[in-house]
């Protein structure tokens, strides 16, 4: 059976030489720290950008600057519903 993955443009055979390159590196005992590790990275990563995400949207609010634009949009899709029907509304009716 042949797998057909694109990971970052790299085939599913060549992931699994890589892994395979790992495992004969390191061994099966340090593998799974290694990916520990990585995990690790990751979630630090992800935090460090969650936390500067707030800090930036915590400035801009303590500027007076609203950065939540699905309010702004949200209005617009209902100024739009509202448009539809004033123009459809007559139609409606006759049928």
């Known amino acids: 059976m042949i797998f057909n993955v ?8 060549e992931i699994g030489f ?13 593998v799974p720290e290694i990916a ?3 995990g690790k990275g990751i979630r ?10 707030s800090e930036i949207s915590k400035g801009a609010k303590d500027q007076g600057i609203d950065v939540d634009i699905s309010k702004d949009v949200k209005n617009e899709i209902d100024k739009v519903k509202e448009d539809v029907d004033e123009i459809t509304g007559p139609i409606k009716r006759q049928f």
Request: net charge positive; no cysteine; hydrophobic share 55%.
């Open 6 to 13: 694109h990971f970052l443009f790299i085939s599913g055979a």
């Open 18 to 30: 890589i892994l395979f390159i790992v495992l004969m590196v390191f061994g099966s005992d340090k």
């Open 36 to 38: 520990r590790g990585l």
């Open 44 to 53: 630090q990563i992800k935090n460090a950008t969650n936390d500067l995400k």
